[in-house]
């Protein structure tokens, strides 16, 4: 891509005055790979050039990676069936693999289940029957894009996200076995916070340690406040890593640009105030980033980026940094910059 536009040079200038003033404006080393979780539109396929222009945008942020989402979906939690997603197709998935690649961004392949009103933390069909059946769907399903990263060179395939009651299955270890006679690459799995990480049992099986982040940082909206809930949460993380001694990343890390959202990270807009707030959403994507620069952490990947290169922007109260400060502030941690 060409020049930064103005307006997003505009952000960088006032994203920068604004941490300055919060006192969260540091030098840091960097992690090993740093990126953002990349999600397909309606409106724009991740077979286009529009969503090139995305991922290019990425690339001119400091990103050296990008988790591309594969879709699943079940109808309810309790269903022991699971299938393809539509919300993004084989085609378009391999081909943004490949224009990730052919820009020098590194993939990762991170399948995820939707559940209508749900997700994939509820995924419990129950009995011991049910399970069985869920397995049989989700292993043909993982199999497939094991072959896939395979075939593609993916850097590194997750083998679930946030399946609390499901990772913990005895028929997880012997998916894990599956895929590794597939492909060859780097293994690992998505837990559900420091609970979900304390609860998989297989971490003996994969090459690395992950997990999603988005604990409660309370009620108390200050920079002392935050920084302590962040720097006690990554302590946890530290010991539990140093207790499986395999490499660590972050899986996910954000939070959305809406009022009051740091008291439930987690929570999706429709949960929350409609009132935005792109300055807080930059102020906690700072705080996170400038605390986590450690070296046993190997990389960090932001929730969320879309295909879409317009997505985003002050009035949005979604997740993704997209042409909000926050983009400006992530930005210039990832350019080392900050």
Not at 277 to 292: E, G, H, I, R, T
Request: net charge neutral; hydrophobic share 40%; glycine share 6%.
């Amino acid at each position: 891509m060409s020049r930064m536009p103005a307006t997003i040079q505009m952000l960088i200038s006032s994203a920068c005055m604004l941490l300055s003033l919060s006192g969260v404006y540091a030098h840091h080393d960097a992690s090993n790979f740093q990126g953002v979780n990349y999600l397909q539109t309606t409106t724009v396929s991740l077979n286009s050039f529009a969503s090139m222009q995305s991922l290019h945008k990425i690339k001119d942020n400091g990103a050296d990676t990008v988790a591309l989402i594969a879709f699943m979906q079940q109808d309810k939690p309790a269903s022991s069936r699971i299938q393809p997603s539509n919300a993004v197709t084989d085609d378009q998935l391999t081909q943004a693999i490949a224009d990730a690649h052919d820009i020098g961004l590194r993939v990762i392949l991170k399948p995820q289940i939707l559940v209508p009103g749900s997700w994939a933390g509820e995924v419990n069909p129950g009995t011991d029957a049910g399970w069985r059946q869920w397995f049989e769907h989700y292993q043909k399903l993982l199999l497939r894009y094991a072959q896939i990263a395979q075939r593609y060179k993916v850097e590194k395939l997750v083998v679930g996200t946030e399946l609390r009651h499901a990772a913990i299955q005895p028929q997880f270890r012997q998916l894990i076995i599956e895929i590794r006679k597939i492909y060859y690459g780097e293994l690992s799995y998505a837990a559900h916070g420091t609970a979900g990480f304390k609860q998989f049992p297989y971490w003996d099986l994969l090459d690395s340690t992950s997990l999603t982040l988005y604990p409660s940082l309370g009620n108390d909206w200050s920079i002392e406040h935050v920084t302590r809930v962040i720097t006690d949460k990554i302590a946890e993380i530290k010991q539990l890593s140093e207790a499986i001694d395999k490499p660590f990343w972050v899986a996910e890390v954000g939070i959305s640009s809406r009022q009051g959202s740091y008291s439930h990270p987690w929570l999706v807009a429709d949960r929350l105030q409609g009132v935005p707030d792109a300055n807080m959403q930059a102020k906690v994507l700072s705080l996170w980033l400038k605390n986590l620069q450690h070296s046993w952490i190997h990389g960090v990947l932001i929730w969320s980026w879309f295909s879409d290169v317009e997505q985003g922007g002050p009035a949005d109260t979604g997740f993704t940094i997209q042409n909000k400060s926050a983009e400006a502030v992530v930005s210039c941690y990832w350019k080392k910059k900050c």
